[in-house]
């Protein structure tokens, strides 16, 4: 790996990280429960994107799958989070 | 200096998905209502987790020389989970502020 490549990849990871931690002040301040809902889910399509891009820094496949269960984890917990707000419980 | 040519696009690919996350971060930060901020995270979803694939098959290609799409998988997982997602969400919200009184949609 070139060293022009793992800068790039050490920029695309601070960006990353800097995107989640201003979607983090959007879920700590609201202002309602539906806001706090999009900007979890937000961090995790961000986690999904970051697993992504340490499969091509370390040249694993394994980053692969975790790649998959977070996109998987990260929509069972929005769906369920969505029907709460809608309902008051997860499952009637 | 002899750069592969596969370095270079991963390189170019992957800086560009950073500054789309970033962008959809600040619009989820700056937009003053909820409806309106909800379109920036899908600007996450799929321009950016595209790139980031596109970039994520050329470099594993590259590297096996045979073509692998597992990153594809990750798209596929993505597009269909998104939208139901935000469709939930959306409708949550409405009935939400619908019971709270406000006019939803709000006046433009």
Partial sequence: MTPMLSVAIGATLVMYALAMLIALVRLFRGPRAQDRVLAADFVYVVGTLVMLVLAIRYDSGMYFESALLMALFGFVSSVALAKFLLRGEVIE | ?108
């Fill in chain 2, 1 to 108: 200096m002899d750069i592969p040519w596969h370095e270079v696009v991963v390189a170019a690919l992957l800086p560009t998905s950073g500054a789309v996350v970033l962008s959809a971060a600040f619009g989820l930060l700056r937009l003053p209502d909820f409806f309106l901020r909800m379109h920036a995270p899908a600007l996450a979803a799929t321009l950016a987790a595209w790139i980031v694939a596109f970039a994520s098959i050329v470099h594993v290609s590259a590297r096996t020389g045979e073509p692998s799409l597992r990153a594809v998988l990750v798209i596929v997982l993505l597009s269909i989970t998104v939208p139901v997602t935000t469709m939930m969400l959306a409708r949550a919200a409405l009935f939400r502020q619908r019971l709270a009184g406000d006019p939803s949609p709000p006046p433009l």
